[in-house]
């Protein structure tokens, strides 16, 4: 099984920082792309950030030039740096990744981790 889990959420002022990170974890042969999701009050989940293995990245507009996304294949853990929060940046973060395990390597899963909170107050 594969298990990501998310950590590094909590309650910032506006133009404050966090930083975000994905851990993986299991019977993991490979990672592929990885990405942060949100979901806001009252809104559908929205792509945030994503990255390829050998480290190119995209972002949504709204994030572009506060957000940076980052891995470290080794440790097998994402990261989303947070910089210049805003009221409306707050939402439950998810990570995602496509993995392959090592009992099926040429098979690539999407899996989600749990999530974690993030508030913005003004």
């Known amino acids: 099984q594969v298990q990501l889990v998310e950590s590094g959420g909590g309650l910032v002022q506006a133009g404050g920082s966090l930083r975000l990170s994905c851990a993986a974890s299991g019977s993991i042969f490979s990672i592929n792309d990885m990405a942060w999701y949100r979901q806001g009050p009252g809104k559908q989940r929205e792509l945030v950030a994503s990255i390829t293995f050998g480290g190119s990245t995209n972002y949504v507009d709204s994030v572009k030039g506060r957000f940076t996304i980052s891995r470290d294949n080794a440790k097998k853990t994402m990261y989303l740096q947070m910089n210049s929060l805003k009221p409306g940046d707050t939402a439950i973060y998810y990570c995602?990744?496509?993995?392959?395990?090592?009992?099926?390597?040429?098979?690539?899963?999407?899996?989600w981790g749990q999530g974690t909170q993030v508030t913005v107050s003004s």
């Open positions: 995602n990744a496509e993995v392959s395990q090592i009992y099926h390597i040429s098979s690539y899963q999407n899996y």
